[in-house]
């Protein structure tokens, strides 16, 4: 079975920073893509970050470009988001996925449990 698991939510003020990570097993094939989703309340799912496997080419949703940053550990199966200068609308429950190099969320066929991450004012 596949399994993305994040790891490292939490609270943290406002300006602050947090570093997700997502631990994978069970991939059977390279996906195109990995990736970070978020939902907030009352939200639709939204892009976050991408990473392509093949090359490591990045890709941001425009509302956290400048202040998130994905990286991957291949050897240690491994996806981390670091965020920083975190603000109150970033609180949401955080998700990794495997899938297509893609910023829609139905072209990921894989997906974490989610992660909660609040951001208080």
């Known amino acids: 079975q596949v399994q993305l698991v994040e790891s490292g939510g939490g609270l943290v003020q406002a300006g602050g920073s947090v570093r997700l990570t997502c631990a994978a097993s069970?991939?059977?094939?390279?996906?195109?893509?990995m990736g970070w989703f978020r939902q907030a309340p009352g939200k639709e799912r939204e892009f976050v970050a991408a990473?392509?496997?093949?090359?490591?080419?990045?890709y941001y949703g425009d509302s956290v470009k400048g202040r998130f940053t994905i990286t991957r550990d291949n050897a240690k199966n491994t996806l981390y988001l670091q965020m920083n200068s975190l603000k109150p609308e970033d609180t949401a429950v955080y998700y990794c996925?495997?899938?297509?190099?893609?910023?829609?969320?139905?072209?990921?066929?894989?997906w974490g449990q989610g992660i909660q991450v609040t951001v208080s004012s």
């Open positions: 996925a495997a899938g297509a190099w893609s910023p829609v969320a139905g072209d990921y066929e894989h």
């Open positions: 990473i392509r496997w093949i090359d490591s080419s990045t």
């Open positions: 069970g991939l059977l094939f390279r996906p195109n893509s």
